[in-house]
């Protein structure tokens, strides 16, 4: 067995020495990947298109982006205020259709932070994918596609270890776990 | 045709594409995703060793980087992007090389080999064999401090160039050349050093 | 890279690989314990009946037979089996390494029992992975899901026998009923919006996404409780994107020197009559 081990081994190396000899300015066919494999990635894309399809539903491009929501305090309030009046009317009811994805823009004012990310109950809680963007003025910001007629739980992450809950929405939660996260609906 | 001018070509293809898709065009999207789900998928792959994590992670990738491109931001590639979110998904579940699952799928395949000579390089038994020295591989690597991990994941196992390396990493090209470079001498010692049964031991 | 053989050897290769490792994995499996093969079994019985109870008959009608099962509750063990057995082998994945044997082994626990009560095994790994993800100490997590599986086992109790909410569906439910009751709203309430989402089929993320508001309004008013609020707005006349103008108007009614009680009467008459939030907003504020 020892010496197959060496024969596997070798051919390893070999491999990397069959990748290193495409030269570094040239990508590999994923055929000739180690770990390629030619249908599975297709399929995938199968998959995920059927899930972004049922976020999407029935509308066009247009559509999401009117319904913007800020995330100031004052502009939660003007919101809702602006949808109570129009509530009944027939604009309002065309373009709010169910299950259609909203743009969420997540705001947090906080000039002295390095680095702010949105960690939240529908990316798994995870404090390294969704990163926000600071602008001039201080304030950080990320857009995020959320379907609609649901609310979610969300944290602020600062410098990447201080979980911080939205100054800006209604009221915090006790999250159970020593902290308190937002929540917002859709 | 000229490596750099393919390059270029497929860079800028990539961003307005990308550009469309924000607008909410889910064929374009598409588009996209083809382009990418080969190479996303042997990442995960290559980092999960299970085929079924790695399509659920793989698919989970391109789900949410749909879902955040609404800020996306041309000036970055896209591609580095859903990368990043790949990392992002399989970080978590970067297991030790022993679990149950890849044993049995080791010991198949060296029982496949079994009994046959290297050197036959065509049928199932070389493919069996390059399975197991992929494994090998992943083995290696998974050793790798994280510096020299990720480059040589998205160079040797997604197969990017060394340009869309650096920008998947937020790096100089220079810097990743030589993590490239320092990785592959380590993963040469790891894997060429027969005296010791288990490489995984040495250079941790 | 040398040129790869065709497929089709490639697609043999891999059957081989996979048929194996298939039968590695079963293998595995039978170790865990006896129920676990009965369901097993049983999953193989069309009609889903244990292997081990069957006598004359094979039927699973439930009344005609003396001591046997009804083919839903052995199907309802068989998914939860399953669903154990997945669990656990996502729980060793996710938290590889001896130095958390403890931990996972208490994780393990606690899953088994909430999963056997017909928990949302999606529910538990949320929050695991929520816990993970914020770097709690193992001992706060523990506590956490302890706190957590308790109240699970309560609403799975409230949903025994029910379809709703669907298996792709209930980890949000579950999740949402943690928050409220964590954050103050009562189990009256809770129960109360579980019936009657359960009874008319409601859509669970809109029923979550009630109970979140009711969590939110509590905890404006310093977890005094939210009296009936979820249900009020399930029930209303509400699109879930105004629940969140909703709580707002709790705070600044608590901010105003609003009681809760005072809040709750006020929704009740309004929202809870069909009215909109401007006529709450007029109750409170005048």
Do not use: H
């Amino acid at each position: 067995m020892d010496s197959r081990r060496e024969e596997i081994r070798k051919l390893a190396l070999r491999m990397l020495d069959e990748r290193d000899g495409l030269g570094g300015s040239s990508p590999v066919p994923p055929e000739a990947l180690p770990f390629g494999d030619d249908e599975a990635g297709r399929a995938v894309v199968g998959r995920a298109m059927a899930a972004v399809r049922s976020m999407a539903g029935a509308a066009s491009g247009s559509e999401g982006r009117a319904a913007k929501l800020r995330g100031s305090r004052i502009a939660w309030l003007a919101a809702a205020a602006a949808l109570v009046a129009v509530a009944s009317s027939a604009l309002t009811l065309a373009f709010v259709r169910r299950g259609s994805p909203a743009e969420v823009r997540f705001v947090l004012e906080a000039p002295d932070a390095t680095s702010v990310w949105l960690a939240a109950d529908f990316n798994d809680w995870s404090p390294s994918e969704y990163e926000l963007e600071k602008a001039p003025d201080g304030t950080w910001s990320i857009t995020v596609r959320l379907r609609r007629g649901a609310s979610y739980s969300y944290n602020f992450v600062i410098d990447g270890e201080r979980w911080v809950a939205d100054p800006a929405a209604p009221s915090g939660l006790d999250d159970g776990l020593g902290g308190v996260c937002s929540s917002l609906s859709l | 045709m000229n490596p750099c001018y393919f390059l270029l070509a497929m860079r800028v293809d990539d961003e307005t594409l990308a550009a469309r898709a924000k607008d909410g065009d889910e064929r374009t999207f598409e588009e996209l995703a083809l382009r990418y789900s080969d190479r996303l998928y042997a990442f995960c792959r290559a980092r999960l060793g299970s085929e079924n994590d790695a399509k659920d992670s793989t698919q989970d990738a391109l789900v949410r980087a749909y879902r955040s491109l609404p800020s996306y931001d041309s000036s970055k590639t896209w591609f580095a992007r859903v990368f990043s979110i790949a990392a992002n998904r399989v970080k978590s579940r970067y297991a030790a090389a022993s679990s149950a699952e890849r044993l049995a799928v080791r010991a198949a395949a060296e029982r496949a080999i079994a009994d046959e000579a290297v050197a036959d390089v065509s049928g199932p038994e070389a493919e069996a064999l390059r399975a197991l020295a992929a494994e090998e591989l992943r083995s290696a690597v998974a050793g790798l401090p994280a510096s020299l991990r990720s480059p040589v994941e998205l160079y040797y196992f997604a197969g990017l160039d060394v340009a869309s390396t650096a920008a998947a990493l937020g790096l100089g090209i220079e810097a990743v050349k030589s993590r490239l470079l320092r990785a592959r001498r380590r993963l040469g010692r790891i894997l060429g050093d027969t005296a010791q049964p288990d490489g995984r031991k040495k250079g941790m | 890279m040398a040129k790869r053989p065709t497929s089709a050897p490639r697609i043999v290769a891999a059957a081989i690989l996979l048929a194996i490792g298939v039968g590695a994995f079963a293998q595995g499996g039978q170790g865990s314990g006896g129920q676990s093969d009965q369901a097993a079994q049983g999953k193989e019985q069309p009609d889903g009946t244990p292997a081990a109870a069957a006598s004359a008959s094979a039927s699973g009608r439930a009344g005609a037979d003396t001591g046997e099962r009804p083919s839903s509750e052995a199907r309802g063990e068989a998914t939860r089996a399953r669903a154990e057995l997945e669990f656990m082998r996502w729980l060793d994945s996710y938290m590889p390494g001896g130095e958390l044997e403890t931990t996972r082994a208490r994780l393990r626990e606690m899953a088994a029992v909430a999963i056997e009560a017909g928990v949302s095994a999606d529910a538990i790994k949320a929050r695991i992975r929520e816990a993970v993800a914020k770097r709690v100490s193992a001992e706060t997590m523990l506590r956490a899901i302890e706190e957590d599986a308790l109240r699970w086992r309560w609403v799975a109790r409230l949903l025994d026998g029910s379809d709703w909410p669907p298996d792709d569906r209930a980890a949000e439910l579950y999740l949402a009923v943690s928050t409220a009751l964590r954050n103050g709203v009562g189990e009256g309430p809770v129960a109360g919006l579980v019936s009657w989402a359960k009874g008319t089929n409601a859509d669970p993320a809109k029923a979550g996404a009630a109970l979140a508001a009711a969590a939110s309004i509590s905890a404006a008013f310093r977890g005094a409780g939210a009296g009936d609020a979820a249900l009020t707005l399930l029930r209303s006349r509400l699109r879930v994107r105004q629940y969140s103008a909703a709580v707002e108007l709790a705070v600044r009614a608590r901010e105003a020197g609003v009681t809760p009680e005072r809040f709750m009467e006020a929704l009740e008459a309004t929202l809870g009559r069909g009215g909109s939030l401007r006529d709450l907003e007029r109750a409170l504020f005048g």
